[in-house]
């Protein structure tokens, strides 16, 4: 199904894909691609997948454009394919994930992962999470292999239910022999519908930690420490959510300290505030100030 300009000649790559369209909370995957597109060296798109006929094309609609002498042109929806090197050779998948047709398109992928001699493969991602903005990011992994799940640590182990085609591929990968895992980042739900630079810088750390690429941290670490401060800044206008979210990390905070007896644990609302509900109010002061750190 893919169509490759060119076939680079790679050694033990690993893959990292994000396919668009299910749960990613704080645009954590998306922003993990890109933050590998802008560090790697010898960054090039050597192919891609037209999904004109595989996706639902009024719900991810093609772009118009125009070119230097004003004629329209149409850019249709696509999985493309990266490759270049960030301590290690690194092929980035990144796209819509299809509307149909899953096991053929996650089929495809592994043949690319062969073609390119991809092996290690993890899709990253990010989570609504019950944590703050105050606190580092976790990352829960799962993986296609016992041996290989504990090897990672810290699993997401605790879900079953409906799914995106980020795990649909993960798990063709495992039963086609490539290791293969997925990172989730957690991130804070009354924030999870803006982009979240520190869950970004915490993916990134756990794919420098367990599959070796080298990135730079300087720029993302600008980048959370204002993002932070803009969440803060919203939440200033919002006393009553402010209050919320301390007394999250009140109860957090207990239990680190390994505190659980309900009587010890101040009551939290039985619904904590969602990324839509507190739009007006916070992520107006997210949306466009994320970069201000740069």
Same mark, same amino acid.
């Given at each position: ?42 960054? &090039? ?32 929806? &696509?999985? &493309? ?214």
């Amino acid at each position: 199904m893919f169509t490759l300009r060119r076939t680079p000649s790679l050694s033990d790559a690993l893959m990292v894909y994000s396919l668009r369209g299910w749960v990613d909370a704080g645009l954590a995957g998306e922003g993990t691609l890109e933050a590998l597109l802008q560090q790697m060296d010898d960054v &090039e798109q050597i192919g891609s997948l037209d999904l004109t006929d595989l996706l639902d094309l009024q719900q991810v609609r093609p772009h118009v454009n125009l070119d230097e002498g004003g004629v329209r042109f149409v850019t249709w929806p &696509e999985i &493309e394919v990266w490759t270049g090197r960030l301590g290690r050779d690194v092929v980035v998948v990144r796209g819509p994930e299809p509307s149909i047709r899953w096991p053929s398109v996650a089929q495809a992928i592994v043949d690319l992962a062969n073609q390119l001699r991809v092996g290690e493969a993890v899709g990253v991602s990010g989570m609504p999470a019950f944590t703050t903005h105050r606190r580092p990011v976790p990352v829960q992994a799962s993986a296609a292999t016992r041996s290989f799940a504990q090897e990672l640590g810290d699993l997401r182990d605790d879900y079953d239910g409906p799914t995106g085609f980020n795990t649909v591929v993960q798990h063709t990968l495992g039963v086609a022999g490539i290791r293969s895992a997925a990172l989730w980042a957690q991130v804070p739900q009354y924030v999870s519908g803006s982009a979240c630079p520190p869950a970004v810088r915490a993916l990134l750390t756990r794919l420098e930690q367990s599959f070796r690429v080298a990135p730079e941290f300087a720029q993302l670490d600008r980048r959370s420490a204002a993002y932070r401060d803009k969440v803060e800044e919203g939440l200033a206008e919002r006393p009553d959510v402010r209050s919320i979210v301390d007394q999250l990390d009140r109860q957090l905070d207990r239990q680190l300290e390994g505190l659980v007896d309900t009587d010890a644990v101040e009551p939290l609302p039985e619904d904590l505030p969602s990324g839509d509900e507190l739009a007006d109010e916070i992520e107006q002061f997210l949306r466009g100030n994320t970069d201000s750190g740069d």
